[in-house]
């Protein structure tokens, strides 16, 4: 059975840090892209970022980019997001998702088959 | 703003069949049959129940069903059940720079 279990959000000032991490189980982690996706508070979803199996190819949304960085432990069958440069709009809760594709080139790469529960992030003074 | 748009509510009553568009752009919903579909329940994680715009996974009833018409994909539920209530979410491939958008999501009301 496959499960995603993330941890790490929280309350944290603006202009502040926070690291998510995602425990993976069930599948063979190396074999897939994984992304994080995030959900304002009653809004839809928004995808953050995507890394591929191996972790060598990295993408971002706009509104994010040269803030947040993705990475991959796969001994470890863990993902993360670094969060720097927090803005209270970064405020949501952020789900790991795995990808139905390997590679960051791979469109099927941007359909995911499971998500965790997701980890509240709260931005705010 | 979303890049995909939803209508905000849909509703039917037991049995009925509904369906959810799902409108793009000749850069997303045009240009890839890539649309995926997703479950939302209450306080819940998304689940996906279609992809690749008509495919269902492994253990998704077959009373889910997913078409596309040029730059607009629909989600079909037939034999509408109470389960069924749930916020549902579009997204398509968009390529290699903007990657993925989603709809702004429709609520689901079995009357």
């Known amino acids: 059975e496959v499960q995603l279990l993330e941890s790490g959000g929280g309350l944290v000032q603006p202009g502040g840090s926070l690291r998510l991490s995602c425990a993976a189980s069930g599948f063979t982690f190396s074999s897939y892209a994984m992304s994080w996706v995030r959900q304002a508070p009653g809004k839809g979803l928004e995808w953050v970022s995507v890394?591929?199996?191996?972790?060598?190819?990295?993408y971002y949304a706009d509104s994010v980019k040269g803030r947040f960085t993705i990475s991959r432990d796969n001994s470890k069958n863990t993902l993360y997001l670094q969060m720097n440069s927090l803005r209270a709009e970064d405020t949501a809760v952020y789900y790991c998702?795995?990808?139905?594709?390997?590679?960051?080139?791979?469109?099927?790469?941007?359909?995911?088959?499971?998500w965790g529960q997701g980890t509240l992030v709260t931005v705010s003074s | 703003q979303s890049a995909l748009t939803q209508p905000a509510s849909v509703s039917g009553s037991p049995g009925q069949s509904i369906t959810i568009s799902c409108t793009g752009t000749s850069s997303d919903v045009g240009s890839y049959n890539l649309v995926s579909w997703y479950q939302q329940l209450p306080g819940k994680a998304p689940k996906l129940m279609i992809y690749?715009?008509?495919k269902r996974p492994s253990g998704v009833s077959n009373r889910f069903s997913g078409s596309r018409s040029a730059n607009t994909a629909s989600l079909t539920i037939s034999g509408l059940q109470a389960e069924d209530e749930a916020d549902y979410y579009c997204s398509s491939y968009a390529g290699l720079s903007t990657f993925v958008v989603f709809g702004g999501g429709t609520k689901l009301t079995v009357l």
């Open positions: 690749e715009g008509t």
């Open positions: 890394i591929s199996g191996s972790g060598g190819t990295t």
């Open positions: 998702a795995k990808a139905r594709g390997y590679s960051g080139y791979d469109p099927s790469s941007y359909s995911f088959d499971y």
